[in-house]
């Protein structure tokens, strides 16, 4: 995702935005990082962005869309896909580059038969983390009453890794 | 897009109270001291930070519209997180009642709302009557990260359109 955020914020932020980790994923949470998160390999599929006006930077409204492969363990076992809205975009005045956009995405996991949904809001500034967050909120087949967490930290253009940490039922 | 509050020289501030929630641990904590299963009620202040209608079509409400907005939540003077919403337009019907001087138009939106405090965030979505941003709402709760994890129970705003209070009254995986 953060290969859309680059174009749309721009690339002296998205520069920033790979500097170094804020503490909104803290990594040493042990409720985060549980012992045996499953944790996909992503690979980016298609995307798009949808600039709202005003057109040619980060506005109140810009879209994107992401679709993944997944592979666990080097076989592909399914896709994600998500959409992403901007919610809030700070900027000063006149200024093209924000000081910090908040994004509110949406996804929808496919993992062979199964489908976990999954949602959340992030936040990137200069400085910001490569890592996201987001509640997992329902699933069907195998997932159907999952309750928990994914996070996705960017591991290279295009790829990221996936964690999927569930809570017992 | 006449709705969209623009940021200006309090764009610097912001961004660093943003920064702040996200770097700090300060903010509510209960949740941290709340065993699994326990019910958990919080409240904050809420101020409406951005906010705007993409129209479909005709400036009037209508179906298709999309509510974009997000709020500052505050607990005691101190700003503790932030939330973030957008709600799709499903349903838009106009009718002048009997009497009345002007039409009436009630709507049904769809909205996905998440709240991020400092130990985890909440997911929630839901029906409402929102036809303009920054209402009163009230929203299964679907999830949460962090201390929030597995959460379930209700978001509700109430207070206005630009200011208000946040309940949210959940129970945690």
Same mark, same amino acid.
């Given at each position: 995702m953060k290969k859309q955020l680059i174009t749309i914020v721009g690339v002296a932020t998205a520069a920033a935005l790979v500097i170094g980790p804020l503490a +909104?994923? *803290?990594? =040493? =949470?042990a409720t985060v990082v549980g012992p045996t998160p499953r944790v996909f390999d992503a690979k980016e599929q298609d995307s798009k962005d949808r600039d709202i *006006? $005003?057109?040619?930077s980060a506005s109140l409204g810009d879209e994107f869309f992401l679709s993944q492969s997944l592979s666990e363990g080097g076989a592909l076992v399914g896709s994600a896909d998500t959409t992403c809205t901007f919610v809030r975009v700070v900027r000063? &005045? %006149?200024? &093209? #580059? $924000?000081l910090a956009v908040s994004v509110q995405c949406g996804g929808v996991a496919k993992i062979g038969p199964d489908v976990l949904t999954f949602q959340g809001l992030n936040s990137f500034m200069p400085n910001s983390p490569t890592q996201s967050r987001f509640a997992v909120t329902g699933g069907t %087949? &195998?997932? &159907?009453d999952a309750k928990g967490e994914v996070r996705v930290t960017e591991t290279g253009q295009g790829t990221s890794a996936i964690a999927v940490e569930l809570l017992d039922a | 897009m006449g709705q969209f509050r623009r940021i200006g020289s309090g764009g610097v501030v912001a961004a660093v109270v943003l920064g702040a929630i996200l770097a700090s641990g300060a903010g509510d904590s209960r949740a941290a001291d709340s065993p699994d299963g326990a019910p958990l009620t919080m409240q904050f202040g809420a101020v409406t930070v951005q906010s705007i209608r993409l129209n479909v079509g005709v400036p009037a409400a209508s179906t298709g519209d999309r509510l974009i907005f997000s709020h500052t939540l505050t607990k005691d003077g101190k700003t503790v997180g932030l939330s973030g919403l957008e709600c799709a337009l499903t349903s838009v019907t106009t009718s002048k009642p009997k009497g009345a001087k002007k039409p009436v138009t009630s709507a049904r939106s769809h909205c996905v709302a998440t709240i991020v405090l400092t130990d985890g965030q909440i997911a929630a979505q839901g029906l409402t009557d +929102? #036809? =303009? $941003?920054g209402g009163n709402f009230e929203l299964a709760v679907t999830g949460g990260t %962090?201390?929030?994890?597995g959460a379930a129970g209700t978001l509700r705003k109430a207070g206005g359109k630009d200011k208000g209070t946040y309940t949210v009254d959940i129970i945690t995986g």
């Open positions: +909104l994923a *803290r990594k =040493d =949470d *006006r $005003p057109v040619g000063e &005045a %006149g200024a &093209a #580059t $924000p %087949g &195998a997932f &159907a | +929102l #036809t =303009d $941003p %962090g201390k929030y994890s």
